[in-house]
């Protein structure tokens, strides 16, 4: 299984990857970025988007 | 509901900071909410502006400029550059001081500011209008009625999408960027640079913006859909170490850059979206705090008619998006059009625009072109250009 995951120290919340969700899978809170994982379909945008790197798909633990 | 409010503002970046300057300026009740802890933060731009664009704040602080442009480089992949004197081409802002002095002119004018203070939702009345605002503060929520919102919440604009516009943005339609900011030599303090090529920033650009005392705005943007997912950072980083001498990080910073496109929606029933939340950025130079400006102040003003005249319907709202397209909307639409032909660019078209450019500059005074001038010079010297767009469908 599959999962979006944030590298928190790379990611300077721009919001662009909120903004290239379909799905709202994302939340740019005061407190940093939020995945909502029960939303996300993987579909890779946010991490091709992501300038840093910050986002990645990785194997679930 | 707790307080009642004649127009809520969310997001204090200069688009809202102006809304909000202009509704309590004519004496409205007006709540502008900004989400991060402080005004100005965290940094997402690269500062750079036209001294018209600026001077639609009316009142221009000094101290919101940190060094005047007097050249413009355009910087090819062969490094055969194009050097023009362009005085009064325009600035390079502290958008620390400049975001935080926005939202203090709006408060003291009478606007409530309040940060740490995140919108989460929007609330309908029992007619389906939006009545209100749901707000997190300090980890409670509480819930705020308003009869308009003025949406200034950037490009991830979560007020855009609550109130049902398909917003999301295309990996074609945005740019990917990373900046630094940097203490750099060799550095021609009056001089913006631009590098163009394929291999640089696929569907972007890299460039230098001085900010004095030796300081930078060194960035790179790529169209992500182009970068086969190389990172906007890693050719930042093999630009910096090929373009500087010697130099050191400051500060670092990731944007995104949302490109105005046709579907771009500035108001739904009572809400006026402004700014990069309602993708008003010119599409080919990622350009976007005049436009931040004026849709902020236009948005301001037609609230603010709004609410004196009060027996209008919501439909009166419209005249926002009449209004700033009237003024903007051709140049909008142009930018967007010569985006589309950028993206198609090989490096050798670079080449060739650049040297169009170099034997048309020698007979014209450069001071008196307009950006949009030079681009439709270029476009009919070179309709080879106009042919990259042959499969595209409009």
Redesign the interface.
Known sequence: MKKLSLKMDL????????????F?SL????QGLRIKEELCTLCN?CV???????LEITDKE | MKDKYDCIVVGAGPAGSMAAWVLAKNKHKVLLLEKHKEVGLPLCCAEAVSFRGLSICEQVNPAWIRSKIEKIALCPPSGKELKVSYSSAGLVLDRKIFDRDLALRAESSGAELKVNAQAVGLINNNRGEICGIRMKKDGRESEYQTKIVIAADGIESMVGRWAGIDNALKLEGVDSAYQYLLKADPLDQECIEFHLGTKIAPGGYAWVFPKGKGLANVGLAITPSLGNNIKAKELLDFFVMKRFKNFSVVEWMTGGVPAFSRRSQLVKGNILLTGDAARLVDSLSGAGIANALLSGKIAGQVASEYLVNGGNSPDFLKKYEEEFLKIKGRELRFYSYCRKIYLKMRDEDFEEVIQFLKEYLKDEDSTRLTPIQTLKAILRSNPKLLLLLRHLVW
Do not use: K, Q
């Open positions: 990611c300077g919340e721009c919001g662009g990857c909120v903004a290239v969700c379909a709202e939340d740019l809170e005061s945008d091709v988007f992501c300038p840093s790197g910050a």
